[in-house]
């Protein structure tokens, strides 16, 4: 479990000068008939809890400290970090999660995310981004091993003067950027352009496998472009863009296809240095619907690495709160049925043989049981999003709703139904955080 000695290696991260940070390498779903859907509503839907337990003096007592201090101060810097799969890739989710809470609280703008264009849909709505040149991207799912951090993604330079560019849609634009680089022998130099000045070259020529983590000052930039300066590799693996005044910052980061253990692929010491720089309050860990849907997975071997890897975060960031998010309703066929051939119907067990109807994986709720119990034993928050939707063939009635609430896949969601998701989610937050302020004990569900 390569996540486990991330407390130890922090403590001996080297951290330089000149706001400018270095970690050493690391060593060489019988059918039911479905009623249509109700219509959809246009404001923000009624509450629907998650099941959690929890108390007002742990589990998100850590984040709903600092935000506390946030709220009546009106000043300083509260970090979000959310890491998952493709519902997080997907930006829809984390956007408008990050939307309500920085509404509430004061935004500080995008935050850190994947650099470049790594697959499609990777677009955020608050940022525009552009590449030329080539780039060659490599993904921690399923890419040969690379020296990856939070992002989970490898950006690299193949082709002189190949440059990525990052615009902001705030009209306050950025203040602070931060560039994660990964050194490499041979590696070229990376420059460093803010709305048409050059601000900084980097050179990346170094020891394999060393990050630095570079912060570069700008008053109010809006347009931030990187270049490599000859046919020399520059490997970035992250960046972020902030304002410089009180309120949240929310990263987020999804790898398409990814189970929680992809985190284990992830060099230590680059996300401990990562970490400890982002400092994150809370740690949203949204992972599940690629496990819940693998017909053969081990749940006792899957129940020990989740443990790990939550309680390795949990020790790598000890004032830090983690709250999981246990996957949506999902859905999948029999093998040979082709998705244009389902009757529309749904049921929770598989059809009979020869019957093409939608119906939840074996181990969809189970495992989602399995993340509630080990947050519950560890102390952990825990949001169940399943919960948002109806509790029999829920992802299908999203499907068939008016708009849709969900894609004909009958695991993603369109940008509305994330959107309701997310707004769920932010009242569930904030009736934990109310209570929390009161002094009273949190809901239990």
Same mark, same amino acid.
């Given at each position: ?296 997975? !081990?749940?006792?071997?899957?129940? +020990?690495?989740?443990?790990? #890897?939550? $309680?390795?975060? =949990?020790? %790598?960031? &000890?004032? @830090? ?62 949001? !169940?999003?399943?919960?948002?939707? +109806?509790?029999?063939?829920? #992802?299908? $009635?999203?499907? =068939?709703? %008016?708009? &849709?609430? @969900? ?39």
């Amino acid at each position: 479990m390569r996540w486990l000695p991330l407390l130890a290696l922090i403590a001996v991260s080297l951290i330089t000068a000149c706001d400018t940070k270095t970690a050493a390498p690391p060593p060489s779903p019988a059918p039911t008939p479905v009623a249509p859907p109700p219509p959809v509503a246009t404001q923000t839907p009624e509450f629907f809890p998650g099941r959690t337990q929890m108390r007002a003096d742990g589990t998100l007592a850590a984040f709903f400290r600092r935000l506390a201090a946030l709220e009546a101060t009106k000043s300083g810097r509260l970090d979000i970090l959310q890491l998952g799969d493709s519902h997080t890739a997907g930006g829809a989710l984390s956007g408008r999660l990050r939307d309500d809470l920085q509404g509430r609280f004061g935004a500080l703008g995008p935050g850190f995310m994947v650099p470049g264009e790594p697959f499609p849909g990777s677009q955020r709505p608050d940022v525009t981004v552009t590449t030329s040149g080539k780039w060659q991207y490599y993904d921690s799912l399923m890419g040969p091993q690379q020296s990856w951090g939070l992002s989970g993604f490898v950006a690299r330079s193949r082709s002189p003067g190949a440059s990525m560019s990052l615009s902001t849609k705030d009209a306050d634009g950025f203040d602070t950027v931060t560039l994660d680089v990964v050194h490499q022998i041979g590696g070229g130099d990376l420059v460093v352009t803010i709305d048409n000045v050059v601000v900084q070259s980097i050179p990346t020529h170094g020891v394999a496998g060393q990050v630095e983590i570079v912060t570069i000052r700008a008053k109010s930039g809006h347009v931030l472009k990187l270049s490599a300066h000859d046919a020399k590799p520059v490997d970035l693996i992250g960046w972020s863009f902030e304002r410089n005044r009180g309120g949240i910052v929310f990263d987020s980061a999804g790898v398409v296809g990814a189970r929680i253990t992809v985190i284990n692929r992830w060099d230590p010491a680059i996300v401990a240095e990562e970490l400890r720089n982002r400092d994150p309050a809370l740690v949203i860990l949204a992972f599940g619907t690629n496990e819940g849907f693998d017909r053969d997975l !081990d749940m006792a071997a899957y129940g +020990e690495a989740f443990t790990a #890897i939550t $309680r390795s975060i =949990r020790q %790598t960031l &000890p004032n @830090a709160a983690v709250l999981i998010v246990g996957s949506p309703d999902g859905q999948m066929l029999p093998k040979a049925c082709h998705p244009q051939a389902a009757v529309k119907q749904c049921g929770e067990a598989a059809p009979p043989p020869g019957k093409c109807a939608w119906y939840t994986p074996t181990n969809l709720v189970p495992l989602r049981d399995l993340q509630r119990k080990i947050a519950e034993r560890e102390g952990i928050a825990f949001w !169940d999003w399943s919960q948002v939707m +109806e509790p029999v063939c829920g #992802i299908d $009635r999203w499907v =068939r709703a %008016t708009p &849709p609430l @969900a894609r004909d896949d009958h695991i993603h969601l369109t940008r509305a139904g994330y959107e309701r998701s997310a707004d769920n989610l932010f009242g569930w937050l904030m009736d934990q955080y109310q209570l929390f302020k009161q002094g009273k004990p949190a809901l239990t569900y």
